[in-house]
């Protein structure tokens, strides 16, 4: 019987606990100004003017070294990209003096194989040509019928 009571007892005393523990915390923010010896008229965290002007520093510091390296990586990000456009153009200048390089020496070529086409002297030396082979030619046939006679 006693062990009963016992259990009772100590179920009770788990169950009233709980039931009016504080399980939702306040999202509304309240400031009040208070003396010493005031009463507060709700629970919380009560900061003095040192704490306040600490955590609006610690803020505003945070804010100035977040602005800083933003700065920072944007400038990276230029910097890089200035560089990146910068080795284009080079490169891009590089090929531009490699295609006029081989275009030049291709017209060049071609001049050349014009002219040859063009034969200007070609008439003389095929007249001299036909000439020579004909005369060695006909000292040939000579040579061969003396030889058989």
Do not use: H
């Not at 100004?33 to 520093?57: C, E, H, Q, W, Y």
């Not at 505003?60 to 977040?66: F, H, L, P, T, V």
């Not at 990586?73 to 531009?96: F, G, P, V």
């Not at 020496?105 to 000439?131: H, M, P, Y």
């Amino acid at each position: 019987m006693f062990l009963r009571i016992l259990i009772i007892t100590i179920s009770f005393l788990f169950l009233t606990t709980t039931t009016f523990a504080q399980t939702k915390t306040s999202t509304q923010s309240l400031v009040t100004s208070m003396s010493k010896g005031d009463k507060a008229p709700f629970s919380g965290t009560l900061l003095n003017p040192a704490a306040v002007a600490r955590i609006l520093a610690e803020k505003e510091y945070a804010k100035k070294e977040c602005n800083i390296n933003l700065e920072y990586e944007k400038n990276l990000l230029i910097a890089k990209c200035n560089r990146d456009t910068s080795y284009l153009q080079r490169e891009l200048e590089i090929e531009k003096s490699k295609y006029n390089s081989i275009v030049s020496a291709q017209k060049e070529e071609i001049e050349t194989l014009r002219n040859l086409a063009k034969g200007s002297d070609s008439t003389l030396w095929a007249v001299v040509g036909f000439t020579l082979g004909a005369a060695t030619s006909i000292a040939i046939f000579f040579a061969a019928t003396e030889i058989a006679k």
